[in-house]
């Protein structure tokens, strides 16, 4: 029998929207991170740029759940993707993921998306910054550069709250013991638990260490992904040596600041007031083709606020533009869409919409 795995007609290419895939592999890569990777049942090549990442489609009692994670390997693996995930106190996904999630087990993605990539921003030296699990989209760069033998001069500083928590460290030894131009420093927070010893860096990476480790930082292009307050703190030694912030990348990991809840809560009481004042006659309608609903919204509310005034579920993760996971078709009319990198410029030319972000300028078709 023909082996037809790599037949160009069944082979076919992973581009943003729904896919379903299944877990082929589980690998505990410390107590609390575990790598889930992933393949579909018929061959995908799995393309995208180094640093963005999916949204997974979950249940989880009964209640659906989307959770976007950084994709932690490299397109030069192309049959396959993996996601790393840190078990989080009290985080109802992480958790269920690592209780939950096996081989063999099916779900639904969505993605690729994020402007976060090493592609868009090519240097011939740079500088990669991680603080935890904020590892995860460097290490997919990491991992391309190696296997793609690129010419590039990489100074990489992760840092780990302990010895145990260090994450791809045999990996990360490996791919820097055998480049010359890729230089590996590793920063621990403690090292005094249950025994453990440490001999390398110890603390937070302030200026002195950055000025110690990588003297010519000023003049890399830089990649910083970690808790919020890890990118602060990084900012502000960068800012206040007058780097030039356009050659600065960042993709963060953690909750949402209180002060941006604050917002959004005021700007909810804002529309609810403005509502009140609108006039009939200024209300325009959403409708939604396959369902046979439709709608009058305010101007300002968005494509996906009228799916919910009706009960449709369009599927989001973000709210944000930047998932992607509410991408629909406009079958007539305009919206004015404010994203933030989750919808390429071929699906806007093909006519589709990230709902979240997509306000009608009149009245509207939508495929849904």
């Not at 090493?118 to 296997?147: H, N, Q």
């Not at 840092?159 to 030894?173: F, N």
């Not at 937070?204 to 003297?215: D, G, H, K, W």
């Not at 959004?264 to 609810?272: D, K, R």
Request: hydrophobic content about 40%.
């Amino acid at each position: 029998m023909t082996d037809t795995f790599m037949n160009p007609i069944t082979t076919q290419t992973w581009s943003n929207g729904r896919h379903l895939v299944r877990c082929v592999k589980v690998i505990q890569e410390t107590w609390d991170v575990r790598t889930f990777c992933f393949m579909a049942e018929q061959p995908v090549l799995f393309f995208f740029k180094p640093g963005q990442f999916v949204t997974l489609e979950l249940e989880i009692d009964g209640v659906p759940i989307m959770r976007s994670y950084t994709i932690s390997s490299s397109p030069s693996v192309p049959y396959s993707f993996s996601i790393t995930v840190k078990r989080m106190p009290g985080g109802i996904v992480s958790n269920w993921l690592h209780d939950n999630l096996k081989q063999g087990d099916n779900l639904a993605v969505h993605g690729p998306v994020g402007n976060f990539n090493c592609i868009d921003y090519p240097a011939e030296k740079a500088l990669f910054l991680s603080g935890g699990v904020g590892i995860t989209p460097l290490m997919s760069m990491v991992r391309w550069y190696f296997d793609t033998n690129a010419a590039i001069d990489i100074n990489f500083i992760h840092s780990a709250r302990s010895p145990k928590d260090i994450i791809y460290h045999r990996e990360m030894e490996h791919i820097f013991s055998r480049i010359p131009e890729f230089k590996l420093h590793i920063v621990c927070e403690r090292s005094d638990e249950l025994g453990e010893s440490w001999y390398g860096l110890r603390g937070y990476v302030n200026q002195r260490m950055l000025e110690l480790i990588a003297p010519d930082y000023l003049e890399r292009e830089i990649f910083c992904c970690g808790p919020t307050p890890y990118m602060n703190a990084v900012k502000n030694i960068l800012q206040q040596n007058g780097f030039n912030m356009a050659h600065y990348h960042e993709e963060s990991f953690g909750a949402t600041p209180i002060e941006v809840e604050e917002e959004v809560l005021e700007l909810v009481e804002q529309a609810e007031q403005a509502a009140e004042d609108v006039q009939q006659a200024d209300l325009l309608q959403v409708e939604f083709a396959s369902s046979g609903k439709s709608v009058r919204i305010l101007p300002t509310e968005t494509v996906h606020a009228a799916a919910s005034k009706l009960g449709l579920h369009i599927p989001k993760a973000c709210g944000m533009g930047i998932c992607g996971t509410c991408r629909v078709e406009l079958k007539s009319g305009e919206v004015e869409m404010e994203h933030n990198g989750g919808i390429t410029d071929e699906d806007v030319a093909d006519g589709y919409i990230l709902s979240c972000c997509s306000r009608p300028k009149g009245n509207v078709v939508v495929d849904f």
